[in-house]
């Protein structure tokens, strides 16, 4: 095949030619077809995916296809169709390139790498749908850029109205960096840069913090001498001494316990120093549920928090200063807060020690304008606070992070915890795993690690110092170990298990490890490959406790406590029925309506079934018809197969899946369809949906069903939607065939769902072991900080 082409400088000709010959060849053949021939054969679609490289008219018919299919999203089509037509002379190898950048978006990466694209062009689409049957199908991406090298990709994105390497307005930027390309929307490649820029700034200005005379003392006070290297004390300090900071961990390894401790030590810290306020902090999350999360164990921390001996170190650092130049710092540092502080910050006590217990999430902090991209809160109008703590970071998408960043004032620290290995956040940007790429090795300088040293007495095995630490890595904590799952717990071993990247092993010792994990007998996991439906059945129904070892009988908690055998859905339809409050009137008997609902939730908690997809028998749709009709027939739930499918039921589980301010309901929020007296018809009753709320006032939101716009059934939630939550006995079906979703990341995020107890089920054996081995592709730029 000959290769004539030009560079696509518009100056030097208005078609890309590339591959012309062969196109033109293949044009004329196809056009002598006769219009009654069968449908299109490999070599003909061979043909249009020649074409379409060469001809900006055959590349939208293609883009139509994969539209049609479900490959592409209409979204970015119309983005080539609006460059294609300000611009008819890109070459159709740039407004593919564009198609496929704006789809990435969809996919949760920021920017699409076109040498990742060109070793593997079939992940560039939504490949395979989920049900496609692939009957006539459009030429895939490695049929279209089969021949293509990277030096003709790149030339073709040289047009000076669509594309540029940076300045400018072009919709379009290409980042060169080494031997890689990058192509980005504008906008996405703007958010990059200025996270780059914010983080960079704070990483420059250390906290005063970091240089405290009272830091040692007041890291000795709030953590014991264990006599092991304690990273939630180096998180601790580090994350004083940086303006910016992030702590990293799996599940149960302390995040909020460390955090709520280094609340207390900035708090300490600022009173220390002469002329300060105490520091107005502000908690937040990504999701309504996270942040109840979140709410819920930082209450119960910050009680057991060594505040008296925080004080004590401060009137002890006052007293023994000049005290004619210091009498007015004892008295204010001393002073608790004032109630115009507390009430603003919901600051747990009257204490100096001033620590907030209210967590938002991160639209309202912002103060989100329904409908538009636009906060309330920005760079011209910062945020009033001092201390930010984002928790479920790994939620966070690169568009919301930006937000976050343009609204803190300059002189404001943040601080990001989250578990790197997470799914990342379904829109665009995985910003937490991105930044803590490096998190592993750590990278400390020796000057960091000398300071560490002095800070929190410990020294650092040499493991983790590096001479080549980047300023990003010196602002990193990594917990490692789980407070919550020992080496006694499948769930834990599980998670290492699959948590080891795959870089550093062959798939062969991945596979080992997990399968030694899933048939060593651990007391709280167990391993069900279905052959027939009753398995899955009983376990939704009962939660299989026969499966585990004892029962389920018998197991404690790292603090001793007892732990309640596994359960299924039959748990909290029990407490449907048996708990029903007898009040003829719902407003006259309001709080046994509440304790009904109240217990169960609690009680809906106790069990989840996650997926991996949304459709399909395996997916959410299939598996929430299937749920509810097992559950009718064992006289559980009712209604026609109808209701089950599309109606309001009683006991019907529901997920809200968009924040709704008029309702106070956030993405994530789940509730319970009940029956309950209708106050308008005596002796009958109506639906309403009750879900959880953090006012002990009023701790349950009744709402009408036909209030509720964006909610589904939860019998089965996805991985992904299960991102912030924990339950009791989390069961993770796994489909029978592999899926470009089932990843390493999915799994581990789906098995760290589990607080007591882990169902694992593979609906055909094998399908773990592979799904282990995948990786989600995070593509980015951010690096290099
Ligand atoms: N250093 C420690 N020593 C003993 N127990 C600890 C320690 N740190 C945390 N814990 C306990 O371990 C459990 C998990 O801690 P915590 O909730 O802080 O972890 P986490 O990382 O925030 O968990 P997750 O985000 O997975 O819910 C808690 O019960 C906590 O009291």
């Known amino acids: 095949m000959s290769r004539k082409r030009t560079n696509g400088h518009p100056g030097d000709t208005h078609t890309f030619d590339l591959f012309d010959d062969t196109a033109a060849e293949m044009r004329e053949q196809r056009e002598q077809r006769e219009p009654s021939e069968p449908t299109p054969t490999a070599a003909t679609e061979q043909v249009s995916a020649y074409l379409a490289l060469s001809d900006t008219a055959e590349l939208l018919a293609l883009c139509e296809r994969w539209v049609a299919r479900g490959w592409l999203r209409d979204l970015d089509r119309a983005l080539v169709r609006f460059f294609a037509m300000e611009a008819p002379d890109a070459p159709p190898l740039l407004l593919l ?4 950048a704006s789809h990435q978006l969809g996919r949760g990466h920021v920017c699409l790498d076109l040498n990742a694209t060109l070793s593997a062009p079939d992940f560039a689409l939504s490949l395979p749908p989920e049900g496609d049957d692939l009957t006539d199908p459009p030429p895939l991406p490695s049929q279209v850029l089969a021949p293509l090298t990277l030096a003709d990709w790149q030339a073709a994105l040289n047009h000076p109205l669509l594309a540029s390497d940076g300045p400018g307005n072009t919709p379009l ?12 929307l504008r906008r996405y490649w703007q958010y990059e840069q200025t996270l780059h820029q914010e983080i960079a700034h704070r990483l420059e200005a250390m906290n005063a913090d970091g240089e405290s005379a009272l830091l040692p003392d007041a890291l000795t006070i709030l953590f014991d001498n264990t006599g092991t290297l304690d990273w939630q004390k180096t998180a601790c300090a580090l994350a004083a001494r940086n303006r910016f900071g992030i702590i990293t961990g799996g599940p149960g390894t302390g995040k909020t316990t460390t955090v709520v401790r280094l609340l207390a030590l900035l708090q300490t810290l600022q009173l220390a120093a002469p002329d300060d306020q105490p520091l107005r902090i502000r908690l937040a999350a990504p999701t309504g549920k996270a942040a109840a999360r979140l709410n819920e164990s930082i209450a119960g921390q910050v009680n057991n928090l ?20 210091r009498s007015a710092t004892k008295t204010r540092s001393l002073h608790p807060v004032n109630k115009q502080f507390e009430e603003r910050f919901n600051t747990v006590s009257s204490s100096a020690i001033a620590i907030p217990t ?11 304008h329904p409908d538009t991209r636009h906060f309330r809160h920005n760079a011209a109008n910062p945020l009033a606070l001092d201390v930010l703590v984002i928790d479920e970071a790994s939620m966070v998408d690169i568009e919301m992070m930006t937000a976050v960043l343009r609204a803190l004032p300059a002189q404001a620290q943040l601080v990001l915890l989250g578990d790197k290995d997470q799914l990342a956040s379904v829109e665009a940007g995985a910003v937490l795993g991105d930044l803590c790429r490096r998190a592993e090795a750590a990278h400390y300088t020796p000057e960091t690690a000398q300071w560490l040293e002095h800070a929190t007495g410990q020294p650092l095995p040499p493991d983790y110092i590096d001479a080549q630490g980047q300023p990003l890595d010196q602002a990193i904590t990594m917990l490692r170990v789980s407070h919550r799952f020992n080496e006694h717990s499948g769930i834990g071993q599980l998670a290492q298990a699959i948590n080891q990247p795959s870089h550093n092993h062959r798939p062969e010792e991945k596979h080992q490890a997990v399968n030694q994990v899933l048939r060593h007998g651990y007391p709280d996991l167990h391993h069900l490959t279905l052959t027939d439906d009753a398995a899955l059945d009983k376990l939704v129904i009962h939660g299989s406790p026969d499966k585990f070892i004892n029962g389920g009988e018998g197991r404690t908690d790292h603090n001793g406590a007892p732990i309640a055998p596994p359960t299924g859905y039959r748990h909290y339809l029990n407490v449907l029925n048996a708990q029903r409050p007898r009040g003829e009137s719902f407003e006259e008997s309001a709080d046994a309506y509440n304790d ?9 908690s106790h069990f989840q079934l996650l997926c991996a997809l949304r459709k399909g028998p395996w997916g959410v749709e299939g598996l929430n018809l299937r749920i509810a009709k097992t559950l009718r027939h064992e006289k559980l739930l009712y209604g026609s197969d109808f209701t089950l499918e599309k109606g309001w039921y009683e006991g019907r589980p529901v997920l809200v899946t968009q924040n709704d301010y008029g309702l106070k309901l956030m993405n994530g929020d789940i509730g319970i369809t009940l029956a309950v007296p209708d106050p308008r018809t005596p002796g009958k009753t109506l639906l309403r949906v009750a879900f959880p709320t953090s006012d002990p006032e009023k701790p349950i939101r009744w709402v009408l069903p036909s209030r509720l716009h964006a909610v589904e059934t939860v019998f089965a939630m996805t991985v992904h939607k299960s991102q912030g939550s924990e339950f009791k006995h989390t069961a993770l079906l796994l489909p029978p065939t592999i899926n470009p979703i089932l990843t390493r990341e999915l799994v581990y995020t789906g098995i760290t769902r589990a607080r007591d107890w882990l169902t694992l089920i593979e609906a055909k054996r094998g399908v773990m072991n592979e799904a282990v081995t995948r990786e989600v592709m995070r593509v980015s730029g951010l690096e290099g900080i």
């Open 596 to 604: 009904w609902a109240d217990a169960l939730l609690s009680a809906y």
């Open 358 to 368: 209210e967590v938002t999430t991160l639209h309202r902090l912002l103060g989100a």
């Open 306 to 325: 060594p505040i008296d001996q925080l004080e004590q170190l401060l009137t002890n650092r006052v007293m023994s200063e000049d005290e004619t130049r």
């Open 173 to 184: 930027v290409v980042s060169n960096n080494g031997n890689t390309t990058k192509l980005y």
């Open 97 to 100: 390139g564009a198609a496929l």
